[in-house]
């Protein structure tokens, strides 16, 4: 029942998109027209971070697990402070994107790598937060979008949350959201197509599944 939640994060969480993604995989995985060795999972934005949590191995529980992620654009706000790699990782996104954030993303990449993962990032020059869209489009900056970029939470190994620049512990979303809201969100982001990073990302994310899903 949400239509929009750019004015507010906290109406849908990451970890409802995450159960979503996995009973999509379950389904799938009983399909048989489907390998179920060779399902990827694939999101922008919001999607994109559902489909980065998605790759960490201890979403994946007994059931089928995903054989590759592509998270475009995503927010790197919650990490794993232990990451648990599974699934290839191709984290795609614009060098200008003011949203999501560049530098979060490339370090906990940067993490998951250090941890055994196989993950890596292509940054887009001159590309804003959802580059991938309608180019011919203006650039759009939507003043009433909480920004969450220079925030970072640590999930522990526990499940409990710990904010990462005091150490406090968070004992429930709505806790984790309120402290942002004070301490490090921003108002305002940019979105915006580009014609020459969506057509670079559709051929790396043809080399990516050929090498993950084809192989």
């Given at each position: 029942?949400?239509?929009s939640?750019?004015d507010?994060?906290?109406?849908?969480?990451?970890?409802?998109?995450?159960?979503?993604?996995?009973?999509?995989?379950?389904?799938?995985?009983?399909?048989?027209?489907?390998?179920?060795?060779?399902?990827?999972?694939?999101?922008?934005?919001?999607?994109?971070?559902v489909?980065?949590?998605?790759?960490?191995?201890?979403?994946?529980?007994d059931g089928?697990a995903?054989?590759?992620?592509?998270?475009?654009?995503?927010?790197?706000?919650?990490?794993?402070?232990?990451?648990?790699?599974?699934?290839?990782?191709?984290?795609?996104?614009?060098?200008?994107?003011?949203?999501?954030?560049?530098?979060?993303?490339?370090?906990?990449?940067?993490?998951?790598?250090?941890?055994?993962?196989?993950?890596?990032?292509?940054?887009?020059?001159?590309?804003?937060?959802?580059?991938?869209?309608?180019?011919?489009?203006?650039?759009?900056?939507?003043?009433?979008?909480?920004?969450?970029?220079?925030?970072?939470?640590?999930?522990?190994?526990?499940?409990?949350?710990?904010?990462?620049?005091?150490?406090?512990?968070?004992?429930?979303?709505?806790?984790?959201?309120?402290?942002?809201?004070?301490?490090?969100?921003?108002?305002?982001?940019?979105?915006?197509?580009?014609?020459?990073?969506?057509?670079?990302?559709?051929?790396?994310?043809?080399?990516?599944?050929?090498?993950?899903?084809?192989?």
């Amino acid at each position: 029942g949400v239509g929009s939640s750019i004015d507010d994060q906290s109406r849908v969480s990451t970890a409802q998109g995450v159960r979503d993604a996995y009973a999509a995989l379950g389904y799938l995985a009983q399909q048989e027209f489907v390998d179920p060795r060779r399902i990827a999972v694939m999101g922008m934005s919001w999607g994109g971070t559902v489909a980065l949590r998605a790759a960490d191995r201890r979403r994946q529980g007994d059931g089928p697990a995903f054989a590759a992620s592509i998270p475009l654009y995503p927010g790197c706000v919650a990490q794993y402070r232990n990451p648990q790699p599974g699934a290839p990782l191709l984290v795609l996104i614009g060098e200008r994107d003011d949203y999501s954030g560049l530098r979060t993303c490339v370090e906990y990449v940067a993490r998951i790598r250090a941890a055994g993962g196989a993950a890596q990032v292509r940054v887009y020059p001159d590309a804003h937060h959802g580059f991938d869209g309608d180019a011919g489009a203006a650039e759009v900056f939507s003043p009433q979008a909480h920004n969450y970029r220079d925030c970072v939470l640590y999930i522990e190994d526990d499940g409990t949350t710990t904010y990462a620049r005091t150490g406090e512990r968070l004992d429930s979303a709505q806790k984790a959201f309120d402290l942002m809201r004070r301490d490090c969100m921003r108002r305002g982001a940019t979105v915006g197509g580009n014609a020459r990073a969506r057509t670079e990302a559709l051929r790396d994310v043809k080399v990516f599944l050929k090498t993950t899903l084809l192989h």
